[in-house]
């Protein structure tokens, strides 16, 4: 096998992982949901949902990021495949920055006391 098509196996398998995070994520903040519905305080757990849930699909966004960077630059490293990238990494990185803001309610720069919530 040659070193392009381990790299983007490599890159398609780290991929792979970003999606199945997603899933198990989502899945896993959803059961809890379904499971302290009753249980909690009216807003708690669907407080909880929100927050299990964008942060499993951050997480996903970061492993999905790394492997388009692994395949785009060593598979595919045409100019236009470079450009094509870039533009997808920008969209991931502000849908990354918007969902820790409406998770943690601030910036990922901000720290706990910075936010003007605390």
Do not use: C
């Given at each position: 096998?040659?070193?392009?098509?381990?790299?983007?196996?490599a890159g398609y398998g780290?991929?792979?992982?970003?999606?199945?995070?997603?899933?198990?994520?989502?899945?896993?903040?959803?059961?809890?949901?379904?499971?302290?519905?009753?249980?909690?305080?009216?807003?708690?757990?669907?407080?909880?949902?929100?927050?299990?849930?964008?942060?499993?699909?951050?997480?996903?966004?970061?492993?999905?990021i790394a492997g388009d960077?692994?395949?785009?630059?060593?598979?595919?490293?045409?100019?236009?495949?470079?450009?094509?990238?870039?533009?997808?990494?920008?969209?991931?990185?502000?849908?990354?920055?918007?969902?820790?803001?409406?998770?943690e309610g601030r910036w990922?720069?901000?720290?706990?006391?910075?936010?003007?919530?605390?």
């Amino acid at each position: 096998m040659e070193f392009k098509e381990l790299i983007s196996i490599a890159g398609y398998g780290i991929e792979s992982i970003g999606v199945l995070v997603i899933i198990v994520g989502s899945a896993a903040a959803s059961f809890r949901f379904l499971s302290s519905f009753r249980t909690e305080p009216e807003g708690v757990a669907y407080d909880v949902l929100r927050r299990q849930l964008g942060r499993s699909i951050i997480l996903g966004l970061e492993f999905l990021i790394a492997g388009d960077i692994i395949r785009t630059v060593i598979v595919a490293d045409t100019l236009t495949n470079v450009m094509i990238l870039g533009l997808i990494i920008l969209i991931r990185t502000f849908l990354s920055f918007t969902l820790h803001f409406e998770v943690e309610g601030r910036w990922p720069w901000e720290t706990a006391g910075q936010s003007g919530k605390d």
